[in-house]
């Protein structure tokens, strides 16, 4: 879908890396977890590359794939406790996300989900948390439908209770699990990455756009066919 015009008359928004700066919580609470095991601990850049698939499948890659099922349940036990009770105050909105949400929810009458593979209540937490809530009509998780990004069932009745056919949508996402899911939505998608090497990657993937900044969304989309006029001022208002 890589040089198409995008309309899009909903979003799906990924959490984690997209909306909310959420790697040094997962990191102390993943750190604290292993520690308390005996084990290895790991740095922020290894947490950066291997969150975005859910807490089981980080914790086995922590733990390591030859481990004990024992082990790598408390390990997850342990890690789920530590998480919940620090995420909120180690997790901050990134630079634009009220802006950017407030000017989608405006321009598609609210059509606006965060599509995660955290569970459903965490992503709502933090929403609340946040105040990005009032602009967010739908969020799920892994524990909401029963499936996992990049299975598009985690999309699919949200769209269907928007009335928008995935071609209509549009995700917006930071890793190759997210292009993974547009694709196989069948909906376009605009990442988000700062990592020269890893925007690559998603433009390979068929991420129609890389931006280094969440904050680009507005101007991007005003600039790429959609009919939307953004002006750039401190109240953040946009126009058709």
């Known amino acids: 879908m890589q040089g198409e015009p995008l309309r899009p008359a909903a979003l799906l928004f990924d959490l984690d890396g997209t909306l909310a700066d959420s790697f040094e919580g997962i990191r102390v609470a993943l750190d ?103 602009h967010v009509a739908a969020v799920v998780g892994p524990d909401t439908y029963g499936v996992r990004k990049p299975d598009p069932g985690v999309a699919l009745p949200i769209l269907r209770s928007f009335g928008v056919s995935p071609p209509d949508a549009l995700v917006v996402g930071d890793m190759e699990v997210d292009v993974a899911t547009a694709r196989a939505l069948g909906a376009p998608i605009v990442a988000v990455q700062a990592d020269p090497e890893a925007a690559r990657a998603l433009l390979a993937a068929g991420a129609a ?27 953040g208002e946009a126009t058709r």
């Open 209 to 235: 756009a890389v931006l280094g900044a969440l904050g680009g969304l507005p101007r991007w989309l005003s600039d790429n066919g959609t009919g939307w006029r953004y002006h750039e001022a401190a109240t």
């Open 32 to 134: 604290a977890a292993l520690r308390e095991e005996g084990l290895p601990e790991f740095d922020l850049a290894w947490v950066r590359t291997h969150v975005g698939r859910g807490a089981p499948a980080l914790v086995r890659d922590a733990v390591g794939a030859g481990a004990d099922d024992a082990l790598v349940r408390a390990v997850g036990v342990r890690f789920a406790d530590h998480y919940r009770a620090t995420f909120l105050d180690l997790t901050p909105a990134l630079p634009g996300a009220h802006e950017v949400l407030a000017y989608v929810a405006r321009r598609t009458g609210g059509k606006v989900a965060v599509i995660s593979n955290k569970y459903e209540e965490l992503s709502r937490s933090w929403l609340l948390h946040t105040g990005l809530a009032e």
